[in-house]
């Protein structure tokens, strides 16, 4: 990855409260600029393509990748940007959006915005944008999402006499039980102790619940969060215990091999099985998560675009930002590629193009609606999802129950929100 300086020449951070005014669109730069582009998908040729059309448009600026795995992304971009030396747009998970705005990290692309006759910014989902709103302000770009769904073993289904997907949380589980069966080592739901918490919100937006309130104060203990986490971890008992101490991506060969008649996962996972599990197409379906007390809920996940505080070529940025948020380079990167995630777009997800393009993503489309995205933007989430991780996945091994799960998790998170 190249660490060449911001824009080229950038040797500290700028303040950003004159970035983006002015009146009408933003022009090109009358000399040759360079923006650098820090992701994870610098690398794909879809990408590559791109930048070299936009330079045919907007000959005066080049785009320079500075390529880094996913899973290191994050804690490069706050060495970066601790060093002053971020680069000038950033691909991100969204739901780091505010909480780099929190610390003036990125640009506050209010101006910028108004000034665009490409974004719009009534056009994204509510969802997900609240991911990339702070104080009321858009921070980021949206550029692709997902949704948590169902998957189901169609011919699993039917062998147990099943004959739809479940609605609500008492078929859910007469489901999984129905699907069970030991002696064969076949079960309902698989689970995931190491990711637990993650696997545990759409239960509890689903019963009512939630994580913390905007003011910090803890809200997992609350009795919705019981009522979820007491239902959560009593599926553990129609899980393939193999698995308990694996991850969603290893456990998706249990559900390919047949293991399981239901996985709980994102729209990724619809492309996954069509590339690496062809001999099952057509014994598999999506569906809806069912609904609980507080009605139809899931998570969404998804990625932004950021313009750092640090640039010294913020209008160029802009144009970069603005070219890959057309909607049409929005569906070459998402629905139009071999993968399966969403535009963030409510105009696109609406249109009859996407479903026809790829029809698996209906049921993920109308999941939209349901799309929960926390709009706390505290930095020290992370640490709290751990401790809730830790103490759920005790919880699965039935080392304490769930309430008693929630309650040290709580415990460790006021230890964590009370430190300066």
């Given amino acids: 990855m190249s660490l060449a300086a911001c824009g080229g020449d950038s040797e500290g951070p700028q303040e950003n409260t004159q970035q983006g005014q002015g009146q009408g669109a933003v022009e090109d730069p009358t000399e040759p600029t360079t923006v650098t582009f820090f992701s994870w998908i610098g690398n794909q040729p879809g990408m590559k393509k791109m930048a070299a059309e936009f330079h045919a ?19 490069v971009l706050t060495t970066r940007i601790a060093g002053n030396n971020a680069p000038d747009v950033a691909f991100i998970n969204a739901s780091d959006t505010a909480d780099y705005a929190t610390r003036s990290a990125v640009v ?29 302000k858009m921070w980021g770009l949206p550029i692709d999402g997902e949704t948590t769904g169902l998957f189901y073993r169609t011919d699993l289904f039917e062998q147990a006499g099943i004959d739809s997907p479940p609605a609500t949380w008492d078929e859910f589980e007469a489901d999984a039980a129905a699907l069970t069966d030991e002696s064969k080592g076949q079960y309902g739901f698989e689970m995931f102790a ?9 239960w ?14 803890i809200l997992f203990t609350s009795d919705e969060a019981k009522q979820a986490a007491d239902f959560y971890i009593g599926l553990t008992k129609y899980a393939p215990p193999d698995y308990l101490n694996s991850n969603s991506w290893d456990g998706r060969v249990a559900f390919a091999e047949g293991q399981v008649g239901m996985y709980m996962a994102g729209a990724w996972f619809a492309g996954t099985l069509s590339d690496e599990f062809p001999d099952i197409d057509g014994k598999w379906a999506t569906a809806a998560l069912p609904s609980g007390p507080a009605g139809c809920k899931t998570t969404i996940a998804g990625d932004s675009l950021v313009m750092l505080s ?21 569906a070459r990167a998402t629905y139009k590629t071999e993968g399966t995630l969403l535009p963030p777009l409510t105009s696109m997800l609406e249109s009859d193009e996407i479903v026809q ?37 005790k919880a699965m091994y039935g080392d304490q129950t769930a309430e008693e799960a929630l309650d040290n998790a709580a415990q460790q998170a006021e230890a964590i929100l009370s430190r300066g």
């Avoid at 509890?204 to 104060?217: H, I, N, R, T, V």
């Fill in 57 to 75: 448009e907007h000959p005066n600026i080049t785009i320079k990748f500075e390529n880094v795995p996913a899973e290191q992304a994050a804690q």
């Fill in 108 to 136: 506050d692309l209010t101006d910028y915005i108004s000034r665009s006759e490409v974004v719009n910014p009534d056009d994204y989902t509510d969802a997900f944008k609240t991911f990339v709103t702070y104080d009321g």
């Fill in 194 to 202: 190491p990711e637990s918490a993650y696997y545990f919100y759409p």
């Fill in 204 to 217: 509890l937006y689903q019963a009512g619940g939630d994580l913390l309130s905007e003011d910090g104060d």
């Fill in 310 to 330: 640090q640039t010294k070529a913020s209008d160029a940025a802009w144009l970069w930002m603005e070219f890959l948020s057309k909607p049409e380079n929005i």
């Fill in 357 to 393: 393009e790829k029809p698996i993503l209906k049921g993920f489309i109308d999941l939209m609606k349901c799309g929960v995205a926390s709009a706390v933007a505290n930095p020290k989430m992370p640490r709290i999802e751990t401790a809730l991780n830790e103490e759920l996945g």
